[in-house]
């Protein structure tokens, strides 16, 4: 097995990310090309053949066998009936592809496919932060707010292939509209974007309109800043708190780039998400631990071909 690696893609609607792992999560070989989404899908078909090919022979001239492709894409994702059901408008006409079937066709090698979300949360479960734990939620704040509820260290998918949409569970009923035509999602409320629109909004002279800004600002004790944090923080800890209550898991994983933030972020989501429990919760031995995702950029990669070594 030690000479047994997988080839994991990372699908973004501005970057593919790609690399070949081994048997123990680490990527011996990287590749990263402009996703360039707006040729269309036959020629982001194209790209990805391409990246599997230069892959396959970079792992043939050192003698590696390669067990498959595993596949994370923006999108909801029908994995059994393989399927891309929905899509961003980074990735134009993506919907209704076939992937795995076609990629397998032209590469002669197994292809699993499954939304970036799940594939971010498999790669925690399998070497990251929730390697310790066999159930646990995932979290990505990012553009938009995605998840994942791992049960027994794989990702459960639901009925249809669909789990895990939270940033789209309301906490604000008339609150802001979202892309996904429903009013108060939370992903307009704890995403990065969200951020960047409640910065924006409170904008003055004092408070730069950067989200970084803002918590540099608010680290040095500036009262706006802190205040904008705090209730950045509040809205984040609310959906938690709901899913908390609703899976009771052994844990949450966090995800994005609100996570280099580290515990000035961390700390007032615990304690947030701590006061809005019901109060058995808090009578439990410890808390229910809320931390960092581990594996940054590199995630949705490794955790692209994670079933093919769990």
């Given at each position: 097995m030690r000479n047994e690696i997988a080839i994991g893609i990372d699908l973004g609607g501005t970057n593919i990310k790609?690399?070949?792992?081994?048997?123990?999560?680490?990527?011996?070989?990287?590749?990263?090309?402009?996703?360039?989404?707006?040729?269309?899908?036959e020629a982001l078909m194209d790209r990805l053949t391409e990246i599997i090919s230069a892959l396959q022979a970079y792992a043939g001239g050192l003698a590696l066998k390669i067990r498959g492709v595993g596949i994370g894409s923006a999108g909801q994702i029908n994995s059994e009936k393989d399927v891309v059901m929905g899509a961003t408008a980074n990735l134009p006409g993506w919907a209704g592809m076939r992937l795995s079937q076609l990629l397998q066709s032209r590469s002669g090698l197994p292809v699993a496919i499954d939304n970036d979300?799940?594939?971010?949360?498999?790669?925690?479960?399998?070497?990251?932060?929730?390697?310790?734990?066999?159930?646990?939620?995932?979290?990505?704040?990012?553009?938009g707010v995605g998840g994942c509820l791992i049960l027994g260290r794989r990702p459960y998918r639901g009925r249809d292939g669909f789990a895990g949409e939270f940033g789209h569970h309301v906490i604000e009923a008339g609150g802001i509209s979202c892309n996904c035509g429903r009013i108060g999602c939370w992903e307009q409320y704890a995403s990065v974007t969200a951020l960047i629109?409640?910065?924006?909004?409170?904008?003055?002279?004092?408070?730069?309109?950067?989200?970084?800004?803002?918590?540099?600002?608010?680290?040095?004790?500036?009262?706006?800043?802190?205040?904008?944090?705090?209730?950045?923080?509040?809205?984040?800890?609310?959906?938690?708190?709901?899913?908390?209550?609703?899976?009771?898991p052994q844990g949450?994983?966090?995800?994005?780039?609100?996570?280099?933030?580290?515990?000035?972020?961390?700390?007032?989501?615990?304690?947030?998400?701590?006061?809005?429990?019901?109060?058995?919760?808090?009578?439990?031995?410890?808390?229910?631990?809320?931390?960092?995702?581990e594996l940054g950029n590199d995630g949705g990669v490794v955790g692209a071909v994670a079933e093919y070594f769990i």
């Open positions: 790609a690399g070949l792992v081994n048997g123990d999560g680490s990527i011996i070989h990287r590749l990263s090309l402009p996703t360039e989404a707006q040729k269309g899908p979300a799940n594939a971010m949360a498999f790669g925690e479960a399998w070497v990251g932060a929730g390697r310790n734990w066999r159930d646990f939620v995932c979290v990505t704040l990012g553009t629109r409640m910065v924006r909004e409170r904008a003055t002279p004092g408070l730069l309109a950067t989200p970084k800004d803002v918590f540099n600002s608010a680290r040095e004790g500036y009262g706006p800043a802190l205040d904008l944090v705090d209730d950045y923080a509040r809205y984040v800890a609310i959906g938690l708190a709901n899913l908390i209550h609703t899976f009771n949450i994983v966090i995800g994005g780039a609100v996570t280099e933030q580290g515990d000035f972020l961390f700390s007032r989501i615990r304690q947030m998400v701590a006061r809005g429990l019901l109060p058995v919760y808090g009578e439990a031995a410890e808390p229910i631990p809320i931390v960092p995702a």
